[in-house]
């Protein structure tokens, strides 16, 4: 089967050890994590997990289904690269004197639609976003001004699905309201007898 | 637990500070409150310099818990599971700090690959000292992340009574599992005022599954219209009570009944539809069937390798129906038509009104063929051998016979597992414990234990092999300790018995470190002061047989059985199930 590139965002609980667990699955299923990203979500408490991966649309159903049955995992969206909007971020440093050698660098910076984030008589910095195929473009055209380093981000991933996550989560916290109130319930009841 | 900012009214307040001022206890303490609450009476386990802190308040607590002092921390955690097993409680088991701790893990991970609900509990070292590599440390939270359905660490004594809750309520719900609680030296002894309130919902755990109704609507025309049906039965079906619903449909729809190792027991052996044993080593009706079976019903079960055999030349013609409760087992191995994702019990309610009744006495009747090739060509011969020496499945049989098919067996692994389970006939649910997923050897003896002390009015006998007997014996010492009346059967090949046949079949019979030099065991067990025998022919068999089974003590006996016996039918690695071989 073909093997393509798939996005997971996995929103979970705040807890130690998550990434772990994740981990532990796809090191089983030996599935190579391209990109990993983790920060807090819309929802207060809620972290996301971004993870790309490249393997099969069976294997990456069969492996959101396992993540999804970590406990404290709440919602695992599956999407291949047209149903998402993404971004990822590089940085490159590169001598000041590849600078000098011409207008080829602003050219390429310009062209490229990145931008100086510093200019130092020791060293320029370049910042580019974009999807990784960009990134590597301009890798590559810089690298014969002599690059001292090179940096690339995890991938950031919003979904361009309607249903919100904070509407699972609505739906899953009445579901709580609804369980508490069935147990005040049977406590006033007991309190009344 | 009780969250003051989340309160709602002003009473609920004011209780919250009644219950803060009126008691404060340890958090060793308030930890076996919490068991208490959640119906716990009963531990097994091994203290140790991190745990003393608990082991201490057990001395105080020991009128409402029971404490079964095992030999070795594996032995606590099957004893803890065989225990959940007969009867349908959670099983708990305490361990110390690294080693203890560490000592968990097979036995924790044979409750994990088995879906058994066992309650772990390990001690830590101060929490100042983790990450430290201080004296008896050990990640165990990073060790057992993999083989739990959850775990967790405690590191201030205020924690405890929501995790313990927490993972009672984990442990048991949904697919259930092993959990793992691992409270540092300083939350045992820090104090907290205690108030337990059980854990019935977590935002991101949903086990109660909405009920797949236009699923099971689908699956009950395919059934209905179905001229080859098999239902294939696991554990999901003991686990969910649902062992009346299912004889219910069976009969109802007059589909034979195949059963997984774990599924075993869980229809009766003696009912007319009952189609036997799936997978390498089951009956041959079942196997070679489900390759001409038009529609399969599976319940509760998982299509484990060992099941299946050659995926893909498994079930050709069937449209599958896959009734499971874990929706990351669904589509896993084998591709299913129709997914329920309920709960057994409840999707065979709902079903159950919806299909017609129907007797496939045709179809029954291939069953009944091969069955009858099997008893002459298999069965008969293990069973009712005339000469020679002695065979497991005639022992098997004859205890069978003798207990009417209603007690507690418990097998280790390899042949004398594979004997029990195809020639023990069981009548009663959740009468067959054994290690199925793992293939744990050593299980058998500390699991004996675990549900003879569940189940003490049901006679409770063991099937073990010599190889696996070695590997727990010192739990000897348990049942001599707590007098625990199990009756131990060993068979003596002096072989490891299944890997040498392994070895006769595919290795060119070179026996490579699978013969046994063994020990005197009736020695052994006159050392722990258990009545032992060593049978040796076939004349003493049944004599022995009933002393055991009449003995009120716990009873060991030895049985020299055929040193290269083989068991059959296999399916062996690699071939198609309806590729079963009756004969080597």
Known sequence: ?193 | MFNYDKAESMTERAEFYEEKTTEEITGAEALLRCLIEEGVDTIFGYPGGAIMPVYDKLLDYKEKIRHILTRHEQGAAHAAQAYAMVTGKPGVAFATSGPGATNLITGIANAYLDSVPVVFITAQVVSSLIGTDAFQETDIIGISMPVTKWNCQIKRAEEIPEMVAKAFYIATTGRPGPVLIDITKDAQTGKLPFKYKKCRFIRSYNPRKPLKKKEIESAAILINHAEKPLILAGHGVLISKAENELREFAEKTGIPVAVTLLGMSCFPANHRLYAGMLGMHGNLAPNKLTNEADVIIAIGMRFDDRVTGNLKKYAPEARIIHIEIDEAEINKNVNVDIEINNDAREALKYLIPLVNPNSHERWLREFRINDKIEYNTVIKPEIKPEKGPIKMGEVVNMVSELTKGEAIIVTDVGQNQMAAARYYKFINPNTLITSGGMGTMGFGLPASIGAKIGKPDVPVIAFLGDGGFQMTIQELGTILHHNIPVKLIMFNNFFLGMVRQWQDMFFQKRYASTELVNPDFVKICSGYDIPAERVTEREELTQAITRMLNANSPYFLEIHVEKEGTILPMVEPGASVSEVKISK
């Open chain 1, 1 to 193: 089967m073909v093997k393509k590139e798939y996005t997971l965002s996995i929103f979970t609980e705040d807890h130690i050890g998550i990434l772990n667990q994740i981990t532990i699955i796809l090191t089983r299923r030996q599935i190579n994590i391209e990109s990993i990203t983790a920060s807090e979500s819309a929802v207060k408490g809620v972290q996301l997990i971004t993870l790309a991966i490249r393997t099969t649309d069976d294997m990456v159903r069969k492996v959101a289904r396992q993540i999804e049955k970590i406990i404290d995992v709440i919602k695992v969206f599956v999407h291949t690269s047209d149903e998402i909007v993404y971004q990822e971020l590089a940085l490159f440093k590169l001598s000041t004197k590849s600078l000098l050698s011409g207008n080829i660098i602003d050219h390429l910076v310009r062209s490229h639609n990145a931008r100086f984030l510093e200019i130092t008589s020791e060293y320029i910095v370049i910042e580019k976003t974009g999807h990784k195929n960009e990134i590597l473009r301009l890798l590559n055209e810089l690298e014969p001004f002599g690059i001292l380093q090179y940096v690339r981000s995890g991938r950031v991933a919003v979904t361009r699905q309607v249903k919100e996550f904070h509407e699972y989560l609505k739906e899953l916290n009445e579901a709580l309201r609804e369980e508490e109130k069935e147990e005040s319930g049977i406590f006033n009841r007991l309190k009344e007898k």
